[in-house]
């Protein structure tokens, strides 16, 4: 074998090599991105977005009720502070 056969060879076996490694999800994600469109989110994508815009919801949700348990307890303590004080006995004034 001649050393201009085994290039010859290597080129061959690196083309087919490189033309089945880019007809797959790697070519098409590489053309997608030369295209402009890689920020477009895919079926998966969408799904990771909703769930994430779901759980900011409940997250909001749940820090107005904290609020308004924080408020309840503050307005509660507010109350049984004033009926901790000794109650006025009548003619020691």
């Avoid at 056969?5 to 033309?19: E, F, P, R």
């Avoid at 590489?30 to 990771?48: F, K, T, V």
């Avoid at 900011?56 to 609020?67: S, T, V």
Wanted: proline content about 5%.
């Amino acid at each position: 074998m001649q050393p201009g056969d085994v290039l010859g060879l290597l080129i061959l076996v690196g083309g087919i090599a490189s033309v089945i490694i880019l007809r797959g999800p790697l070519g098409r994600a590489l053309a997608e991105r030369l295209a402009g469109r890689a920020g477009a989110p895919d079926a998966a994508g969408q799904r990771a977005l909703d769930v994430a815009e779901r759980t900011a919801a409940e997250m909001d949700e749940l820090r107005g009720r904290l609020a308004e348990v924080e408020e309840r307890q503050d307005f509660t303590e507010r109350v049984l502070a004033r009926h901790k004080e000794p109650p006025a006995i009548e003619g020691e004034r």
